[in-house]
């Protein structure tokens, strides 16, 4: 449901469609510049080497900003739509707001870390 949710995101937060189709055209543009053909035409080594200098930010080089912002934005995007989903909630062995029996309150180390005391 990844692809869906970041087709609703551009849909609900239209602020988003700009960055993310200039980060699309940035992929292509530089994909040519490297090698003459568009991003999806590349083999998969030279796609995971493109992607590569823009998925680490601090090692990215600056004229790579462009497409640092994107790569960040969209994997961001990619995130929250795995995770927001059944897959990714069960991945995350989430159970939800249910009832906790054994919950006994903020252990004391904890107020004393943060010098407050129990009210």
């Known amino acids: 449901g990844v692809p869906e949710f970041i087709d609703f995101m551009m849909t609900d937060r239209p602020e988003l469609q700009v960055p993310i189709r200039g980060g699309l055209r940035w992929l292509d543009a530089e994909a040519g510049l490297r090698h ?3 991003f999806k035409d590349l083999a998969e080594v030279e796609r995971t080497a493109l992607l590569d200098d823009i998925a680490y ?3 990215a080089k ?3 900003s462009h497409g640092v912002a994107f790569f960040s934005r969209f994997r961001d995007l990619v995130a929250t739509g795995f995770f927001t989903s059944k897959m990714g909630i069960d991945d995350l062995k ?3 707001n249910v ?4 919950w006994d309150g ?7 870390h943060l010098g ?3 009210a």
Do not use: D, H, L, Q
């Open 62 to 64: 600056p004229e790579f």
């Open 57 to 59: 930010p601090v090692r």
């Open 116 to 118: 407050v005391t129990k």
């Open 99 to 102: 009832p906790n029996p054994m």
């Open 36 to 38: 003459g053909r568009a």
């Open 94 to 96: 989430y159970i939800g």
């Open 106 to 112: 903020c252990p004391n180390e904890c107020y004393t």
